[in-house]
């Protein structure tokens, strides 16, 4: 007899652990194997979720910043101390490797609620006087309501708590979805909650899919906010669904990053980091680097360099600690990344190393996960789809430029704007090329260096506001401009 026991999640609604009817398969990537059974919620369970959130709200809003951060702080200190099982389970449930999810993902989860425990003891409103006019004006500001939370597959915990956080801390109630691929973690993080502190309702986390559970969150009358990361394209439904109800949108979305590198680079410094920046997570961060335009004089060089580092880059299963990369999220999304590598040999580019040229070897019980080797192109043309698309997997384009004015044209010709990095050691030339670039964060000679605190978003199809410290105070609260004439 075989019995397969597998992992089935609930909603947490009002404080509660509520079974759902019907339930979604989620696979782990590691094996290419079913292991989970997500909810599928619908209409009916969000609107329980909504109504939980909605009797919570009064009595959370009256409670003081610091009682809500002293509850935030006691969370991000149960994430900690269960820090190592919440790392296995999002490697197992998204792909990436354990080490990245201990030394990235949970450590940031738990960050989130202790940045925004902190920030939210601090801000100050304004006040302006008008003495001719006898008069005095402040602004006061109060929690929205409840906040509908929808976040990605890529970074789970670590987004998702990046939206609960600071709704909460400024006194919403809220109730979250996370990707349906992976769910896990907030599941996890929904065990912690009562023990933290939180009043039933104040958190509510409702499973399921986009179309679904998703849109019914967007959709509902009682929900006046929605902070969104994930794709463009979801993005414009979410924006068509709300319009009805005049709804606060923040939305953080894809991104096809340029990295400049001029010829006085640090050239090791350079090549490390953007080995880093193009194929962390498995290139499956909006922040990756997806197009690499290198000064002419130094192009052959970089080239040769960067796709030996490429190549040095390990992709294997999760558990490994000599791995950089594991396994993309699903089967789905591999054969869209490999389709791109495909069109591009057919548009006569050159793939230098990953994908059809280099030979992954697995053990037998990964040969069925989703595993694409760090792929590196060269002479493809901007206007091809592999160089204005947001690919989002291990799969960067290098190209050649003369002169900065083009590489300034070159970069910002895309419908995106999230992120950029220029590397050179003019300062003159970084300060004139970064304040050019049309994207929301520009990192010179590094990247991903994150201050919390710094609005953090993108321009264009990259997304509409800003997230992080006075930023995310803004958007999770109302204002309202007191005018007294003494
Ligand atoms: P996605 O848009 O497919 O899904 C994101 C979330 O939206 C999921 O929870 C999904 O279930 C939900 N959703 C899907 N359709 C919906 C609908 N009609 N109504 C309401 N919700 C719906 O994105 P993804 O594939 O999960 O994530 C990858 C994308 O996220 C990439 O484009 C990436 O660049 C972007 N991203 C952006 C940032 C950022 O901060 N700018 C960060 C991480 C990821």
Not at 154 to 176: D, E, M, Q, R, S
Not at 318 to 343: C, D, F, T, W
């Amino acid at each position: 007899l075989s019995v397969t026991y597998l992992l089935v999640l609930d909603n947490y609604i009002g404080g509660e652990f509520v079974p759902c009817a019907k339930h979604i398969d989620s696979y782990d990537p590691s094996t290419g194997e079913v292991y989970c059974k997500v909810p599928d919620s619908g209409p009916e369970e969000v609107a329980a979720a909504v109504n939980a959130a909605k009797e919570a709200f009064p009595g959370w809003a009256a409670t003081s910043p610091a009682e809500r951060a002293q509850v935030l702080n006691n969370l991000a200190s149960l994430l900690e101390a269960h820090q190592e099982e919440f790392a296995q389970a999002e490697s197992k449930d998204q792909g990436k490797t354990i080490s990245f999810a201990r030394n990235v993902d949970i450590p940031r989860a738990a960050y989130n609620f202790r940045f925004f425990a902190s920030s939210v003891l601090h801000h100050t409103t304004e006040c302006s006087q008008m003495d001719n006019l006898d008069c005095v004006n402040y602004t006061v500001r109060s929690p929205v309501g409840v906040a509908g939370l929808i976040s990605p597959w890529n970074l789970p915990l670590y987004l998702l708590t990046w939206k609960i956080a600071p709704a909460v801390a400024t006194g919403n109630t809220v109730v979250a979805k996370p990707s349906e691929m992976t769910s896990v973690t907030a599941w996890m993080m929904c065990q912690l909650l009562e023990k933290a502190g939180f009043p039933a309702g104040v958190v509510n986390v409702v499973f399921g899919t986009g179309p679904q559970a998703g849109d019914a969150l967007v959709s509902h009358p009682d929900v006046p906010l929605i902070s969104f990361t994930g794709s463009t394209a979801t993005a414009r439904a979410i924006m068509e669904r709300s319009a009805p109800y005049c709804k606060k949108l923040s939305l953080e979305l894809g991104g096809k990053n340029p990295a400049i590198v001029f010829a006085d680079a640090d050239l090791e410094q350079c090549i490390s980091t953007t080995v880093r920046s193009s194929f962390s997570n498995q290139g499956e961060i909006c922040l990756c680097t997806s197009r690499i335009f290198v000064e002419r004089t130094i192009y052959p060089q970089f080239l040769t360099k960067f796709v030996e580092a490429a190549r040095q880059w390990k992709t294997g299963v999760p558990s490994e600690a000599a791995n950089n990369n594991g396994a993309l999220v699903s089967i789905q999304h591999l054969e869209k990344v490999r389709s791109y590598v495909a069109l591009a040999r057919a548009e006569g580019a050159q793939v230098h190393c990953g994908e059809g040229v280099d030979k992954l070897t697995l053990p037998p019980q990964n040969v069925g996960g989703y595993y694409m080797l760090p792929t590196v192109i060269s002479g493809i043309t901007d206007s091809s789809p592999v160089m204005q698309e947001e690919i989002f997997g291990p799969v960067t384009c290098v190209t050649p430029f003369d002169l900065e004015e083009e590489v300034i044209g070159r970069s910002n010709g895309v419908r995106y704007g999230l992120a950029a990095t220029v590397w050179s050691r003019d300062v003159g030339r970084v300060h004139r090329v970064a304040r050019q670039l049309q994207a929301g964060l520009v990192w010179t000679n590094c990247w991903l260096v994150r201050d919390l605190n710094l609005p953090f978003g993108g321009m264009k199809c990259s997304g509409i506001g800003r997230e992080g410290g006075r930023d995310s105070y803004h958007f999770f609260t109302e204002v309202k401009t007191i005018t007294i004439k003494h």
